[in-house]
């Protein structure tokens, strides 16, 4: 019986599908293992979202080449669909399959059984792709894996941001059946996860014959899980209606992750984003307001071309405005074929300069470690539910357990090892401080 495992890198969504993958791979005879085994093949699932980010992909595969010289080396991905022909010339990668490809599962025997020295590639056109592949996690083989759970509900985005290539490596917009999704919901909620998250490229465009996400929502609360999470959500889809479906529940976790990309409308018309900041402020304070303990993070570019310094600090005071607790702060990165490289090409001055770039990402975040902390501060006294995830060795023979508040707050509390593993519980902890890492401390109650 062959050996396959996956290593995932990139976004909630591609562990989704490896999953879904070694899943699939192993109801037709293959024996999952784990990285660290002998492997006979091992699925390498990229991301291309930045060119920091195909770098780290390309520095990964040559090490795991280097690590299992025995081994089959499948690429794929979105790095895989974007730049195959990158790909082919890394020494030692014996197969890349596009984001379709990935799940015609006998492509995997005939790659194993492929002794030519000239890599297997398959990539088929992803732009005209209808069909929409499953993701979900698999059933876990233990108590203290089976806590949160990624769900994939829609692929593919049709919004056009004019830096973004995710709709050349997913193609368009286009979701599950809701029957499909509650079905693989219950099965998770059957083998012992307590969290479900709902991943997608553009969850919040989530539709399937007149149903929309908070109608799925509705449906996915009576599958008896504990907690579901929405991973992301485009701001102009972050309606009144899902909002409240939200602010009803005791199980949807009170959580937004709501891309801003820019805090200036000069720099969002040019990126051809769907609001202006009018309209993302408007929708983070219905949700503020109506949705108890919401915590509500963003994701925030720097250094987009054509971006001043007057554009600069006035995203910064649109942002010390918001009730944000958290930033994810980076720097724009030009990918090939989108209108955005168009533009840079025949100017070339547009271009913020690197040094710019960092003095920018740095200060913004200071600003998202300061809002971070005083969301935070909050709950100091409070308790909270945590459902706990890991543990490591702590000092003096005792044990740092750490989870999730339903609002995605990380608390830690230290005990001894005789007090067993936490790992899948939901237990009631006060919470009594913040540590440098900006997550909370606190003493579990029995």
């Known amino acids: 019986m062959p050996k396959i495992s996956a290593i995932t890198l990139g976004c909630k969504l591609n562990y989704a599908e490896s999953s879904a993958i070694l899943d699939l791979l192993s ?17 390498i699932n990229t991301c291309a979202v930045t060119k920091q980010a195909e770098q780290k992909c390309r520095q990964k595969i040559r ?6 010289p025995g081994s089959r080396i499948v690429v794929t991905g979105c790095y895989a669909q974007l730049s195959p022909e990158v790909l082919r010339n890394i020494a030692g990668v014996n197969a890349i399959l596009g984001s379709s490809d990935k799940y015609e599962l006998p492509l995997y025997d005939v790659i194993h059984g492929n002794e030519s020295l000239h890599p297997l590639i398959s990539v088929s056109e992803i732009k005209k792709e209808k069909k929409i592949f499953p993701g979900y996690s698999l059933p876990a083989s233990s108590a203290s894996d089976r806590t949160r759970a990624f769900l994939k509900i ?29 079905e693989q919901a219950s099965t998770l909620v059957a083998s012992g996860y ?52 939200v602010a009803d529940s005791e199980i949807i976790a009170p959580h937004f992750h709501v891309p801003l990309q820019s805090g200036s409308d000069a720099v969002l018309r040019a990126m051809c984003r769907r609001y202006d900041t009018a309209a993302y402020r408007h929708r983070i304070l219905r949700a503020v307001e109506a949705i108890a303990d919401c915590f509500i993070s963003a994701d925030v570019m720097v250094g987009y071309p054509g971006e ?21 702060v980076f720097s724009c990165s030009i990918r090939p074929g989108t209108l955005l490289a168009e533009q840079v090409s025949s100017d070339k001055t547009i271009v913020v300069d690197p040094d710019e770039c960092r003095l920018r990402s740095s200060e913004l975040i200071k600003l998202g470690n300061m809002k971070k902390l005083q969301f935070m501060a909050r709950y100091v006294g409070l308790e909270c539910m945590v459902l706990f995830e890991e543990s490591q060795k ?22 001894p090892q005789s007090a067993g593993n936490l790992a899948g519980s939901i237990l009631s902890v006060r919470i009594e401080g913040v540590d440098d890492d900006l997550n909370l401390t606190g ?4």
């Not at 037709?28 to 093949?41: A, H, M």
């Not at 090490?63 to 299992?68: G, H, P, S, T, V």
């Not at 899980?225 to 701001?235: G, L, T």
Request: glycine share 8%; net charge negative.
């Open 308 to 328: 001043t310094g007057e554009d600069f600090q006035e995203m910064y005071r649109f942002l010390e405005g918001l009730p944000i607790a958290s930033l994810h």
């Open 443 to 446: 003493r579990l109650l029995f």
């Open 194 to 245: 307590r969290e479900i998250v709902l991943t997608g490229v553009n969850i919040g465009d989530y539709r399937f014959r007149g149903v929309r996400l908070a109608a799925l929502l509705r449906m996915l609360e009576t599958v008896g899980v504990d907690r579901i999470r929405i991973s992301s959500i485009e701001p102009d889809v972050l309606d009144d209606e899902l909002i409240a479906v």
């Open 154 to 182: 829609q692929d593919g985005c049709d919004y056009g941001c004019s830096y973004c290539t995710i709709p050349f490596a997913r193609g368009r917009s286009r979701s599950l059946s809701p029957e499909d999704i509650v």
């Open 394 to 415: 702590g000092v003096h023979g005792s044990q740092k357990y750490s989870g999730y508040t339903r609002n995605y707050l990380r608390v830690s509390v230290t005990l």
């Open 27 to 43: 109801k037709k005879g293959w024996e999952i293992s784990s990285y660290e085994k002998s492997e006979d093949l091992i699925i």
């Open 63 to 68: 090490k795991i080449i280097r690590d299992n």
